[in-house]
T-cell receptor
Framework: NAGVTQTPKFRILKIGQSMTLQCTQD?????MYWYRQDPGMGLKLIYY???????DKGEVPNGYNVSRSTTEDFPLRLELAAPSQTSVYFC??????????FGPGTRLTVT | AQSVAQPEDQVNVAEGNPLTVKCTYS??????LFWYVQYPNRGLQFLLK????DNLVKGSYGFEAEFNKSQTSFHLKKPSALVSDSALYFC??????????????WGLGTSLAVNP
């Protein structure tokens, strides 16, 4: 099993551009999450999903959108990128147990 | 308000000595508690969890954690530290009344440095 995979690993965006961060898991987990990690700030939940077709906002959803059309995929869309969105983004999933499994992250810089 | 606190930003320990990384929490109801480790430029890895049962929980890489209900703590421990244990450690607790969503509240992390 690959677990949770994320693409791209790195990306530099100009202000106002858009992009989609991809996340795929092969563990048949119902629950999926998007976090951002800023230095000294821990993890902030952006969006989460409890199953295909069901998504909800986390703590910091502004500037982002998600969709969950399949169990495996949970892409995160950034519209009109801003410097405040410079961060490391992690996707995670969990199944019947409560622990979450994380992808390797995407390091995004907006300039 | 529900919260998780990791009171130390950084812990330094000599290789071979025991280590403790502290975590305290505040949630209503019975807590579900977790420890994760993050190595540089990597995602978080699950170490161990407490949901119910024995207060001493054993996890990956020789780590263990002790749940103390009266002190609302869940400290991470290892009897003998290795240089390779140097990393960022996160404590997390499941949100009470989370219903079906399994959301976690995260501490800000503790940087562990094990010196040779």
């Amino acid at each position: 099993n690959a677990g949770v995979t994320q693409t791209p690993k790195f990306r530099i965006l100009k202000i106002g551009q858009s992009m989609t961060l991809q996340c795929t898991q092969d563990m048949n987990h119902n629950y999926m999450y998007w976090y951002r990690q800023d230095p000294g700030m821990g993890l902030k939940l952006i969006y989460y999903s409890v199953g295909a077709g069901i998504t909800d906002k986390g703590e910091v959803p502004n500037g982002y959108n998600v969709s969950r059309s399949t169990t495996e995929d949970f892409p995160l869309r950034l519209e009109l990128a801003a410097p405040s969105q410079t961060s490391v983004y992690f996707c995670a999933s969990s199944g019947t147990a409560y622990e979450q499994y994380f992808g390797p992250g995407t390091r995004l810089t907006v300039t | 308000a529900q919260s998780v606190a990791q009171p130390e930003d950084q812990v330094n320990v000599a290789e071979g000595n025991p280590l403790t990384v502290k975590c305290t929490y505040s949630v209503s109801g019975n807590p579900y508690l977790f420890w994760y480790v993050q190595y540089p430029n990597r995602g978080l890895q699950f170490l161990l969890k407490y949901i119910t049962g024995d207060n001493l929980v054993k996890g990956s890489y020789g780590f263990e954690a002790e749940f103390n209900k009266s002190q609302t703590s869940f400290h991470l421990k290892k009897p003998s530290a290795l240089v390779s244990d140097s990393a960022l450690y996160f404590c997390a607790v499941r949100v009470s009344n989370a219903g079906n969503n399994r959301k976690l509240i995260w501490g800000l992390g503790t940087s562990l440095a094990v010196n040779p």
